[in-house]
């Protein structure tokens, strides 16, 4: 009995936690090529606007260079992501077309793995149909009446709090806020490093007045967004 438990925990650790080695630090080039990395995303935060001007909280290392793996596999030598947490109405901050964006998460503090956002769509503003080539979307309802269009629905989606449509990449959708007060949505990006660049040159364009449609189809063509034209 005394043999066999440590083998037990040895193997639940192996199964079911990430393994740092401290003792073998990283070979320098793949260390330096992903700190790179944070680096350019760091910088490429710094772009975003914060509401209220209150800074999101981040964990103590806000930036960790993956080797290996991400939070949600178990390769050796993989980094442990820290936790990233941050209260109502905070976080890095988009106009994206009058679509006001609050992040909770962008996809350089998910390790790569996710982009999430709170979506405030003022009445009669939306996305316009657009197909996604490179990412999945997922949207969450918090507030409001909301017209999706997905392609492969038979007929356009009313959805009310608590609704949830997944868009998976390579389906046109769309989405229109038709109610008469302001909408919020939750919207996941799976991966989301292509989708925050997109929505930082949307809010670039933006920040003198609304771009027009065929600008607005140029920068999304460079991050693997098609835009359709209105039927």
């Not at 990283?26 to 700190?35: L, V």
């Not at 606007?49 to 949600?72: E, F, H, S």
């Not at 017209?147 to 959805?159: K, R, V, Y």
């Amino acid at each position: 009995m005394t043999d066999w438990a440590p083998q037990v925990a040895w193997k639940t650790r192996a199964a079911f936690t990430v393994r740092v080695d401290a003792e073998r630090p990283p070979k320098a080039s793949t260390f330096h090529h992903a700190r790179a990395r944070c680096d350019t995303m760091e910088r490429d935060q710094a772009r975003f606007r914060l509401t209220g001007n209150v800074a999101p909280v981040y964990p103590a290392r806000p930036c960790n260079p993956i080797r290996g793996g991400t939070a949600m596999t178990s390769a050796p030598h993989a980094t442990q992501l820290g936790p990233l947490f941050r209260e109502r109405d905070t976080g890095p901050t988009l106009d994206v077309l009058g679509v006001t964006h609050i992040y909770k998460a962008l996809a350089g503090e998910t390790g790569q793995q996710f982009s999430l956002w709170e979506s405030i769509v003022p009445p009669g503003a939306g996305a316009p149909p657009h197909t996604h080539t490179l990412e999945d979307e997922a949207f969450y309802v918090l507030r409001g009446d909301v017209l999706f269009e997905i392609e492969g629905a038979d007929e356009p989606l009313h959805l009310h709090a608590g609704g949830f449509v997944f868009a998976p990449r390579n389906l046109r959708h769309a989405y229109r806020n038709i109610g008469t007060h302001e909408a919020r949505l939750l919207v996941l990006a799976i991966p989301g490093a292509n989708l925050d660049s997109m929505f930082a040159a949307f809010d670039a364009a933006g920040s003198e007045h609304m771009p027009s449609l065929a600008a607005i189809t140029v920068i999304a063509a460079q991050y693997g967004v098609i835009i359709h034209p209105p039927q």
